[in-house]
C-alpha cells in the first residue's frame, strides 16, 4: 500500500496547528495537572490530550501507519471536523509504501518549561522518516505572535507552523541573524541538562556567544532560522520525537544534524533513543568553524 507523502504532511501541519489551539486553552486555564514520569521530566494533560488528537486525525486516514510518540499511545475522539489533505495541494504528489514511514510525535516539547511559564520554548513536533532517514517534518510554535515572535500578551499568541519535505523548498522559515552577530560564532545548548560533557563540547568549540535554552525543537529551529550556528548536546536524554521533524525541516534547508561523532541518525523503529546525544549545524556552519 502506498501513501500521498504530500498529503501526510498536509494533514500534519493542521493537526499541529489545532494542537496550537488546544495547548494555548488548556494554559489560559491554568489547569495542567502536572504529573511526573521521572526526575525532572513532567507531563500534563496537554501533553496527553494533543498526542491523543495528532493520532487520532492521523488514524482517521492511514490506520496501519506507524507512529511514536512521547506519551503512551492512544487515540483520541475523531475530530469533529477531518484534517485537510489538501493543504499543500500545489504539490506534486510524493508516492511512498506505507510500510516504510514512522511518524514521530512530541505533542508538547518543552513540557518543563510550559510548566514554568517559559511558553516561547514550547513546540509541537510532528517528524516522518522513511527507512530510518528523516523525510520531512513539521513544527508549530502555539506562543508567538501574528508576525511570529514570541510575545507575553497572550491575546495576541496565534501560533506559527514551519514544515518542510526534504527535496522541496521549507516554508516558514525566516533569516532571524541579526547584523550585530553576522561574524560571531553562536552556540545553543540545554539549559536544564548542561553537565560537563556540554561544557567540553563548549570549551572545544570556542563560541562567541552561548545561548542556554529549553527544548530541542526551539534550538534546532535557532539554527534553522541561523540564531545560532551550532546546536549540541553531547549526552543522553535525546528521544527522536524530539529531533526528527527539526531534522528533516533543517536537511531540506541545507543543515545537518548528527551525533557528536558526524554518524548519522537511524530513525529506526526499534529504538526510540538517541544515546549519544546530537550536533546540529547550519548550512554556514562549516566556512564560520574555519575562520576558528
Known sequence: MSINLVELVSVCLELAEQSGDIIRNIYRSGSLDVKYKGVDDPVTIADITVQKHIVAGLRCYWPE??????EELQIGETPTVLPSLKRL???DAIEVPLSELIVFI??????REFTLGNVQCVMTLI???RRGSPIAGVIHQPFVDVAGDACENAEQWVGRSVYGIVGIPVV????RRQPEDRDKIILATTASHYN?????????IKPDKVIRAGGAGFKALMV??????VYVFPTVGMKYWDICAPHAILSACGGHLTNPAGNNIDYSDQKIENKDGVKIKDINDAKTMKRR
Do not use: K
Open 65 to 70: 501507519l506507524r507512529i511514536i510518540g512521547e
Open 89 to 91: 495541494a500545489s504539490y
Open 106 to 111: 512530541d505533542p508538547l516539547d518543552a513540557t
Open 127 to 129: 517528524g516522518i522518516s
Open 172 to 175: 516558514g522559515v525566516r533569516d
Open 196 to 204: 560537563e560533557q556540554v561544557d567540553r563540547a563548549v570549551q572545544l
Open 224 to 229: 534553522i532560522e541561523r540564531l545560532a550556528d
